[in-house]
């Protein structure tokens, strides 16, 4: 070969090597993009981290406490977790009024770390005199069986207080105080790009600490006889808890500190005008009026309760045959670190399907497969109850028994509907909060979020009592819950639509400006 054609044939593989580099760096986000989405992403992987561990341990303290079960957590959400929302909410309207929202941000984030670790080191090992057994006790005896699920509440207070704030967790620093601050500084057209993707390094969250669940169950058999194994497993759950609370909180510093006084990632100008302009105070019941009076708000909040009640209907049912098939706390602790790291799993899955459905087809579409998935795997679950005569050949078949194919499918249906929740429904939800102005971004999404999720699980929970007390027990009320549960997702698809239309026409008003 001569000379020429090899620096002719070197030419060319560095022209390829070149080409090839540049389409990489073509699809990578630009510099001040990274700058403020990798932080954020930091900052959505510490927040979920938490909250599958405070869910999968809430449920275990709760479920499994002494004369208790899944027949409670109903009454939990709708007279505990609701009344401490609605609360929430208008402690949350006054702080915004007095204050920044980066204060805001510490105000709220910093008491729930600090409850968590006093409860693994302080609270917890008391249990044996902070709990009123004896005086429950005497009360059972005086009133009818039907109390036992809100005795059981009073039995295991401090259980009952960790399951409500580690729900408030989801709702007030997930939904409202993070993608509140997301919202401030995203673009809509940085939200179409990424929001489907920030779930792809939170939802790895899911995988790491589901594996540290289960890492931690595994770890109690270890113990000396006579060491309470639970106590320590707590010690170790809720310092990770803190250690990633410090990590967001630090993150959280580092962009109030470099990216949001850096003009290249957001608009400084349009920042400090925002500040600069006098906050409207309302009282609270002005601002639930105001928040009433707006279709947008109100078909919002129609997704999120939608959802809440629909998760419920079939959750409850399923945590109950998951008690009955693992009735050690040990042995469920470590099946919900395994579901955890399948829903981080096939949650990643659903991001890049994700950011295609909003690509190809838009919000409209991306809304509506949420309540698809809820309904479809919903209506499968509640079929093996309602045909009995088909379950057992079929567990037969699979190798297992008719419990066990009953927690599967539900497990199933759990992923799912999970994981099309991170990767679709909330950043549709998130998206549509962008075009609105200031009052209803912060009022609207507390009142949005923070009431109308819990507000959503209560309703379920409301549904399922009404009818425990109507037909006797919750696998007798099954076939009604089934048709309930096809209206809701009837309701969640007309507010979508109606969404749909509205959320475009704000875009376009936004663009003409």
Known sequence: MSLGSSLHASDVIESDK???LQKIKSKLPPKNEIKKLLPLGIMFFCILFNYTILRDTKDVLMITAPKSGAEVIPF??????????????????????RFEQKHVFYIFTVPFLLFFAAFAWTIYPNVGWLHPHGLVDSLATMLPAGFSAPLAIVRNWSFAVFYTLAEMWGSVVVSLLFWGFANEVTTVDEAKKYYPLFGMGANVALIFSGQYVKWVSKMRGSLPPGVDAWGVSLKYLMGGVC?????????????????LTDPNCVDVNKRAAAKKKKKVRMSTGESFKFLLNSKYIRDLATLVIGYGMCINIVEVSWKAKLKAAFPDPNAYSSFMGNFSSATGAATLVMMLLGRKIFRKFGWGVAALVTPSMIGVTGIAFFALTLFPGIVGPLATAFGTSPLMLAVIVGAIQNIMSKSSKYSLF????????????????TKGKAAVDVIGNPMGKSGGALIQQALIFAVGSLAAATPYLAVILGGLVFLWFRAANSLSVQFEAAMKKESAE
């Open 426 to 441: 909330d950043p549709c939800k998130e998206m549509a909060y962008i075009p609105l102005d200031q009052e209803s971004k």
């Open 243 to 259: 250690a990633s609370g410090l990590a967001l909180i630090g993150t959280f510093k580092y962009m109030q500190d470099n990216v």
């Open 76 to 97: 939990i959400k709708t007279y505990v977790n609701l009344p401490t929302a609605i609360l929430f909410t208008i402690l949350y309207g006054k702080t915004t009024d």
């Open 18 to 20: 070149s080409g090839f």
